[in-house]
């Protein structure tokens, strides 16, 4: 997979660049205490976490092709099922999605 082509990609389709997240995690538990007036008093104690998320090169591609999927007649993406059938309508700068094999003849001896 060619990454450096992906990001440029993926930076065009999300108009910039965004290679990590930082997701933060609060947590909260039930704290009992005694007041000072002997009554008891209810609270929560927290702590928060941050962490720094980088995503993989296959986790980058999906959104890429999450984002074409979705605005598909803006970027002019075609998941293709029959390239033979679409070959005609295609167009320089189209985004395609295809499966098919490719046979190669055999090199005569």
Same mark, same amino acid.
């Given at each position: ?9 993926? /930076? ?5 660049? /965004? ?19 002997g009554e008891l008093a209810?609270?929560?104690? /927290?702590? $928060? ?20 999927? @979705? ?16 070959? $005609? @309508?295609?167009?320089?700068? @189209? ?5 098919? $094999?490719?046979?190669?003849p055999p090199l005569c001896?």
């Amino acid at each position: 997979m060619d990454e450096k082509a992906l990001g440029e990609y993926l /930076s065009v389709v999300e108009e910039g660049i /965004s290679d990590e997240l930082k997701r933060r995690l609060l947590l909260s538990a039930p704290n009992v205490g005694t007041s000072g007036l002997g009554e008891l008093a209810k609270g929560e104690s /927290s702590s $928060e976490e941050e962490r720094v998320v980088r995503e993989t090169a296959t986790q980058r591609f999906i959104r890429l092709v999450t984002a074409l999927d @979705d605005s598909s007649e803006r970027w002019r993406y075609r998941d293709v099922e029959d390239l033979a059938e679409s070959f $005609e @309508d295609l167009r320089v700068m @189209d985004f395609v999605n295809a499966q098919f $094999e490719v046979e190669i003849p055999p090199l005569c001896g």
